[in-house]
Nanobody
Framework: QLQLVESGGGLVQPGGSLRLSCAAS????????IGWFLQAPGKEREGVSC????????KHADSVKGRFTISRDNAKNTVYLQMNSLKPEDTGIYYC???????????????WGQGTQVTVSS
């Protein structure tokens, strides 16, 4: 059974940066697409950035294009989300998720982590 654990969240000032990590255990991530999803206060969960199993294809929400980068290190069984130029509207809980068969960036993946809180505030 695949298990995902996110880390790297915290409090950061507007304009700052954070790098989130999603570490997997129980199975190899080699065959899974991975997505990062944001649950902002009072809002539905939405896709932020997603990456194919090979790493050759990525998708980003319009709101984060040019600021966020998703990458994966299959040797370490880990996926990263580099977040730069953070804005208060990036605040919320960030979840990573994995699925063998999905190629979009919608929140209907099979496996989910517990989430990590990101707060962007001065």
């Amino acid at each position: 059974q695949l298990q995902l654990v996110e880390s790297g969240g915290g409090l950061v000032q507007p304009g700052g940066s954070l790098r989130l990590s999603c570490a997997a255990s129980g199975d190899s991530l080699d065959y899974y697409a991975i997505g990062w999803f944001l649950q902002a206060p009072g809002k539905e969960r939405e896709g932020v950035s997603c990456i194919s199993s090979s790493g050759g294809s990525t998708k980003h929400a319009d709101s984060v294009k040019g600021r966020f980068t998703i990458s994966r290190d299959n040797a370490k069984n880990t996926v990263y989300l580099q977040m730069n130029s953070l804005k208060p509207e990036d605040t919320g809980i960030y979840y990573c998720a994995a699925d063998r068969f999905i190629s979009d960036c919608e929140p209907h993946y099979d496996y989910w982590g517990q989430g990590t809180q990101v707060t962007v505030s001065s």
